[in-house]
């Protein structure tokens, strides 16, 4: 308790958490995706899979009770970080400049915020279900989940916010993955270089994936097959 | 060359500051920046006014007390400190921002001159070896790997001039606090209390209203003794195992 209470207590510990509960939520970013990517293997595959993650409810409400765990100390730590760090320079600078300062890092609180209200909507859209009166009777019944994506993003607007959500998402991660390594200490003046490209690469092929489900369903790749 | 500056005064730590416009006239280019202050500050006597009050020692670029942030960059356009700065980095007729190092740590005493002992009771906390070393030991008594020395050297180049902090969007000490932990961590005679170090240099660091470094890296862009930021790596993972030894074990 008294390691916690100190860790938590110190600048370095709450990045260290930040870092920590970051790398679980990317995690679960990368998971979601995989299954997601489904749906292009045709509605059987992405339905069964749906049904089996409910067909185990224990082991579902652990993951998703963790998730918010770390999804929740993640904003709160982050906030009071962000808080400190505005009262540490109590002046501004009248006339500011930056020499490395780059949109991503730029927009890590803005981004994260907007992240955080389309996870809101995400939820209430897609798994509570209640901003849509057709998801409660689908084609195939209540795990036809490829049906009611394709039905989701047919509208153009939730279609609109998906991705704009994703490109603030994938943007936040083009700067958090190193930054959880250095933060972690794991990062050297070698694995730099590497470590930020690599990180960029992820965090833009996690935007590939994710926005090609609204792009398909728009285009009309992907349709509800009664 | 000519120069319109737009120079932070402040009367002192309780009064409120503000941007007074000055020319500069006649300014050689090969004047240093604080050579170009002095000749204003000439120019402000001879009319009257008060001289603009900065901090400036060695001027040889390496007692680190001399400090400003111009044009928004900790000691300006230059990786060095702001007395090795010429005037040739600037342009004929150019309007140039002078303002002190903003910190809540870093109190204005006056004009441009601000407090920065923050930076040394930070110091005292930890940043040192308590057993007397005596004299230099005889050339390899104590062996330390090439390696090891060329880090502890590369971090014991901080002058403590506190542009790190100035330059942080947060105004974290953390490159500043990260390169005496990682000298001192690098060699030997550093161990025995390097857990009490980190957890003391730390907790001073917190109590005295820096910030928390977000990994934007503006300080080891404007550090005049080019700390990487590596340092700061160390300082991150030197702390929690300092602090599950203290607690736990
Ligand atoms: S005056 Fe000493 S470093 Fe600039």
Redesign the pocket.
Known sequence: MNFLARFYGSSIGKKWIVALTGLVLVGYVIGHLIGNLQIFAGPDKINAYAAFLHSIPGPLWVVRAFLILCFVLHIVTTIKLAVANRAARAQRYAYSASTELKPAKKTMLLGGLVVLSFVIFHLAHFTARVTDERFHHLPKGEYDVHSMVILGFQNPLVAGFYILAIFFLSMHLSHGFQSVLQTLGVQSEKVRRPVTIGGQALAWLIFVGYVAVPVAVLTRQLQVIP | MNLKLKVWRQKNAQSEGKIVDYEAQNIPADASF?EMLDILNEQLQAKGEEPVVF????????????SLTINGIAHGPSAT????LYMRHFKDGQTIFIEPFRARAFPVVRDLMVNRSALDRIQRAGGFITARVGSAQDANSILVPKKDADRAMEAAAC?Q?GACVASCPNASAMLFVGAKVTHFASLPQGQPERQQRVLQMVRKMDEEGFGNCSNHYECEAVC?ANIPISVIGQLNRDYPAALVKDSVV
């Not at chain 2, 901090?55 to 001399?66: F, S, T």
């Not at chain 2, 400190?81 to 090795?84: I, R, W």
């Open positions: 604080l901090d400036h020692d060695c001027r040889e670029g390496i007692c680190g007390a001399c400190t702001t007395c090795q002058i001039c005049p």
